[in-house]
């Protein structure tokens, strides 16, 4: 004998527990990729429901942080026109700018109501698939 010890295979969730995580995983993404990512890394190999909707949650929430970050970029680009061109001009770079800072609010609250309404189907039993999501995270 080693001396080493196996450690048990976890058991499965029970549904009402593939629920609650899927639920979960699903709410996460109001604050981020990460709760998402965490509950398919931890608790998906042990329930393929949970893997899909965790798979889902965060294939979604990794799409608006792009789109996120891309206007970030956008938007500093703007600032720096905004500082660098002549009075008049530079008042187009900061409407511009401005815009691009409701369309960033835009994303967010999206991914709130979205987030919300898969939470409400999981809740129900059902299922939920973002639209417009890279799918990413196979």
Do not use: C, K
């Amino acid at each position: 004998m080693s001396g080493h010890r196996r450690a048990a295979a976890a058991p499965p969730l029970t549904p009402a527990d593939e629920q609650l995580w899927s639920t979960l995983a699903h709410l996460g993404n109001i604050v981020g990729f990460v709760p998402s990512l965490l509950i398919l890394l931890v608790l998906g190999p042990r329930s393929a429901r949970v893997r899909q909707e965790s798979r889902e949650a965060l294939n979604f929430v990794i799409t608006a942080t792009i789109a996120w970050v891309a206007l970030l970029i956008v938007g500093r680009v703007l600032g720096v026109l905004y500082d660098a061109l002549p009075t008049g001009i530079d008042l187009v770079f900061g409407l511009l700018g401005f815009l691009v800072g409701l369309a960033q609010l835009g994303i967010w609250l999206v991914v709130v109501v979205l987030a919300i309404a898969a939470a409400v189907r999981i809740g129900n039993g059902g299922s939920f698939r973002y639209p417009l999501a890279l799918r990413l995270v196979p």
